[in-house]
């Protein structure tokens, strides 16, 4: 043993990073590149800046470059709420009786709750930084939505959020702490857009989807002047910043001389994981160190285990450029009985590729175990888990428990990416017994696939 391991470990302020960490600047065979979906071309930073900030398209297109500085700006407004505790679990490691050592890096210690406003709040500097006015966005649960609401008021710019309907109607406190943040949030499918009214003639009644948020949101982007788009997940420039979660992970880890041997996160679009692993792939990809690095996914939107590796759209109106990921087609939407988040059809086409040259794993959970473990974990640890970041503690009590079974050590790491506190009626079906665990038939997959672009 070398120094005895407090329960948190806190970086000091001045040993946060200054600079994020780019992995695709280590990676042999790079990310496939989005295409454009009229001449099935890469998308240039000329096409791309209709869309997104400048700087923005820079770093989205930027893979040789291994560190990008942290302006300072960016950085005292990190100060607010990093860095963030890495905790040791002795109460889950006594609760479970296993000899492993089990650490969670905590993001849900800021107002949106999750991770999200790490690349929030890059996302409206750079915004602020080209004089525009303001930026437009979709939200599903709302933990995006809120985390950029919360940084365009820090920088004054204007916020429309496209809330997927369901979520808008059964969230109604989340969108409340949206407007209190000066956000506009509109429902979507809406009447404002063509997209919207388009998706609504074809399917009357619908209650909306991300991929379908996201067409109205670029819509209304690329339409008004001095707006750009800005989104909360799967592009590299988000796992880009998010890198700011791994690299202090890293450091408060490296401080203590532990060494991680596995790091397990849950994947949506592949944000917090990419951020999580980020360092420690680095090093995995220059043959420095070796680590398990596992994606845990929902089984009821089980992108990596069961999707296919191939270009399709990003959303559903079809306007996106195309990405490279592994999908279950843009058309797919999880059964409406799926609380647990998680919902986005494709993949970070930059962990697609890790995933596909075997570098790293996949798992797939049912929804009521991630409520099981959940609730297992908020009894000893104490804090009430999102359910996103429940498919993460799932499989690190499993793998705590195959150590339970061959007497290891091991040094497990987890991604504890945000609190539950406005996903109450989930865990409220989730008590009463009335949440089961849908499972999509390969009918349906083949069926949403059979709309995947020809490349
Ligand atoms: C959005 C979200 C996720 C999933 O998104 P990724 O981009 O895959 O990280 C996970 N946990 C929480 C709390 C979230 O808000």
């Known amino acids: 043993m070398s120094k005895e ?20 600047a280590d990676m042999k065979t790079k990310p496939a590149p989005l295409l454009n979906p009229g001449t099935k071309e890469p998308m240039t930073a000329a096409e791309l800046s209709g869309v997104f900030c400048d700087e923005l398209v820079k770093q989205e297109l930027d893979n040789d470059t291994a560190f990008f500085e942290i302006p300072e700006e960016i950085r005292s407004f990190y100060k607010m709420y990093r860095p963030s505790p890495l905790v040791r679990a002795y109460c889950l490691e006594k609760k479970l009786d296993t000899p492993a050592h089990i650490y969670y890096k905590f993001e849900g210690n800021n107002t949106s709750g999750s991770h999200k406003l ?184 089980p992108s990596f285990t069961r999707g296919k590796y191939a270009y399709d759209f990003c959303d559903t109106g079809m306007v996106c450029p195309l990405a490279k990921m592994y999908t279950l087609g843009s058309d797919f939407i999880p059964a409406p009985n799926h609380a647990g988040g998680l919902r986005y059809h494709g993949m970070s086409s930059t962990l697609s590729e890790l995933y596909d040259e075997g570098l790293m794993e996949a798992v797939s959970v049912v929804q009521t175990d991630v409520f099981k473990a959940a609730e297992e974990f908020a009894r000893v640890e104490g804090i009430l888990p999102a359910p996103e970041s429940s498919h993460a503690i799932k499989v690190a009590i499993d793998e705590a428990l195959k150590c339970k079974e061959t007497g290891e050590a091991k040094n497990i790491v987890f991604g504890l990416t945000g609190t539950g506190y406005f996903d109450l009626v989930a865990y409220q079906k989730f008590h009463d017994g009335q949440m089961d665990d849908y499972i999509p038939t390969d009918e349906e997959l083949k069926k949403s696939w059979a709309k995947l672009p020809v490349v």
Request: charged share 20%.
């Open 118 to 301: 790490n690349s929030a709040i890059a996302q409206a500097y750079y915004a602020k930084k080209q004089g525009l006015k303001g930026v437009t966005t979709e939200t599903g649960a709302g933990q995006w939505g809120t985390a950029l609401s919360m940084a365009c008021s820090y920088f004054e710019l204007d916020c429309k959020v496209f809330m997927v309907k369901v979520s808008y109607e059964q969230k109604p406190f989340r969108r409340e702490v949206m407007r209190t943040y000066g956000a506009s949030v509109t429902p979507s499918p809406s009447e404002t857009t063509n997209v919207g009214r388009k998706i609504l003639a074809e399917h009357p009644g619908t209650t909306g989807s991300l991929g379908c948020a996201i067409s109205e949101a670029v819509e209304v982007a690329v339409g008004s002047e001095g707006y750009r788009y800005v989104l909360g997940s799967v592009l590299n420039q988000v796992l880009l910043h998010q890198s700011v979660i791994g690299l202090e992970t890293k450091a408060a880890l490296d401080k203590y001389g532990i060494k991680a041997d596995m790091i397990i996160g849950c994947a949506g679009g592949g944000s917090n994981l990419g951020g999580l692993i980020a360092p420690f792939m680095g090093e995995k990809l220059r043959g420095e160190a070796d680590y398990r690095i596992i994606a845990v996914e929902p089984a009821s939107c």
């Open 5 to 24: 391991i407090p329960y948190k470990i806190y970086l000091e302020e001045q040993e946060m990073p200054k600079a994020w960490y780019n992995v695709r």
